[in-house]
């Protein structure tokens, strides 16, 4: 993903989202949850809708041992805009203000920006 802060993406009914970063925020401030928020606005023609991708600290700290990445602002923003784009993509979770990743959807989303990474190289 070459910018998480704005992007597309289109459901399986051919709708076309525009996504836009809002906010990252320690939940455990806005929601005493151990997890990284990410909020996103999202505009399908006159619709508006919200979502935040909760990020678990203790998957990031798996998948940082996992993979060696440091746990930036950046990565985990990248990895919030993975998710939300397959949800779009796959319809799955939309109906959810506040969705939270899987380790197995972290593991995912983090394989596609390291193999994205590679092939710039």
Known sequence: MENF???DATDP???LWEVEFRWQQNAI???HSDAVDAKFQLRQGDDI???VIAVELPHLVTLSRKTGHGITDGWVSRLAAL???EMIE???DMEKTLVTA???DLERHSARLDSAIATQR
């Open 83 to 85: 998710h939300l784009k």
């Open 29 to 31: 401030t806005i929601r």
């Open 102 to 104: 899987t380790l197995p």
């Open 90 to 92: 796959t319809d799955r």
């Open 5 to 7: 802060r704005r992007f």
């Open 49 to 51: 809708t919200e979502k």
């Open 13 to 15: 009914y051919g709708r």
